[in-house]
């Protein structure tokens, strides 16, 4: 199976608004996933908020690692 990567930016004004979003995004991907594809959320960045506190990374999956995704990016989808 193949695998590609999307990046979102997504501006919110509330951690209320953001918890939203995020179920909101999470169904999206269950909807969409079938025998042929399988999406799922890896990774959630925090940028650099208004207030310049700093960039955090937190993995949803625990057992994905960013070894992992360094994998998945060098895969060439032939395995």
Same mark, same amino acid.
């Given at each position: 199976?193949?695998? #590609?990567?999307? /990046?979102?930016?997504?501006? =919110?004004? /509330?951690?209320? /608004?953001?918890?939203?979003?995020?179920?909101?995004?999470?169904?999206?991907?269950?909807?969409?996933?079938?025998? #042929?594809?399988?999406?799922?959320?890896?990774?959630?960045?925090? &940028?650099?908020?208004?207030?310049?506190?700093?960039?955090?990374?937190?993995?949803?999956?625990?057992? =994905?690692?960013?070894?992992?995704?360094?994998?998945? =990016? =060098?895969?060439? &989808?032939?395995?």
């Amino acid at each position: 199976m193949k695998t #590609k990567y999307v /990046t979102v930016k997504v501006n =919110y004004d /509330t951690e209320e /608004t953001w918890d939203i979003t995020l179920q909101e995004v999470e169904e999206i991907f269950q909807m969409m996933n079938n025998l #042929k594809r399988n999406a799922s959320i890896i990774n959630i960045e925090q &940028g650099i908020n208004q207030d310049s506190s700093k960039l955090s990374l937190s993995f949803l999956n625990q057992d =994905y690692s960013e070894k992992d995704m360094e994998e998945d =990016y =060098y895969d060439d &989808g032939q395995n």
